[in-house]
């Protein structure tokens, strides 16, 4: 079993949708959990950061976390065309050396 | 968003070629990571430096690479003897605050070995 798991998509959707991204992820010590947004040939763009289980909203984006299940969750209200990107999940246990583990990202589309 | 800056945003070497790669990471921060992303992959950690030494490297962080802070503001990668594999863009990452898992990345620099 992967460490974590993604769709690599592409998932289109209609512009205004509410868009949904999820995660899932083996190994129960992971306690940071990151979306990043990342355009093509470009840097990965932190978008969400959380600890633990629970939701965190910013602006149009919510993220959740069910630790209980190993499943995270990105959703993005009245998406936009400027979303359409690659969306990475991430994670990371909290020690000395805080490397991030990456899904494979989720490609998506938004049409206008 | 702060800012991690890279140079060259693209390099072409031929193979057994030594390349460095550089990075102005955050001020003011200790911890500095290197990532990279072959082409249609995942992001995949490389090493991470804390305090003029290396952390933590993973098995892709074999002999032919190192890492440097020549510098009070510069973050150096070198591989040593290029490989075809090497191919792939690598991402440097600084944290901003007191999160050292709350990682902003710089664009990238694209390495090409021919």
């Known amino acids: 079993q992967k460490e974590v798991e993604q769709d690599p998509g592409p998932l289109s959707v209609p512009e205004g949708a509410i868009v949904s991204l999820n995660c899932t992820y083996s190994n129960s010590a992971f306690q940071y959990f990151m979306w990043y947004r990342q355009y093509s040939r470009k840097g990965p763009e932190l978008l969400m950061y959380?600890?633990?289980?629970g939701n965190k909203e910013d602006g149009r984006f919510t993220a959740q976390v069910d630790k209980s299940s190993k499943y995270i969750s990105l959703f993005i209200r009245d998406s936009q065309p400027s979303d359409s990107a690659t969306y990475l999940c991430?994670?990371?246990?909290?020690?000395?050396?805080?490397?991030?583990?990456f899904g494979k990202g989720t490609r998506l589309h938004i049409l206008p | 968003e702060p800012e991690v800056t890279q140079t060259p945003s693209h390099q072409v070497t031929q193979m057994g070629q030594e390349v460095i790669l550089r990075c102005v990471p955050i001020?003011?921060?200790?911890?500095f990571y290197w990532y990279r992303q072959i082409l249609g992959q995942k992001v995949e950690f490389l090493v991470s430096?804390?305090?003029?030494?290396?952390?933590?490297k993973s098995e892709i962080f074999d002999d032919q690479f190192s890492v440097e802070r020549p510098d009070g503001s510069n973050f150096t990668l070198k591989i040593r003897s290029t490989k075809l594999e090497d191919s792939a863009m690598y991402f440097c990452?600084?944290?901003?605050?007191?999160?050292?898992?709350?990682?902003?990345f710089g664009p990238g620099t694209r390495l090409t070995v021919l």
């Open positions: 959380t600890y633990s289980s």
């Open positions: 991430a994670m990371s246990v909290m020690n000395r050396d805080d490397k991030i583990i």
């Open positions: 430096f804390y305090n003029n030494e290396i952390s933590e």
């Open positions: 001020s003011n921060h200790l911890y």
């Open positions: 990452a600084s944290p901003a605050g007191g999160f050292r898992n709350e990682q902003f």
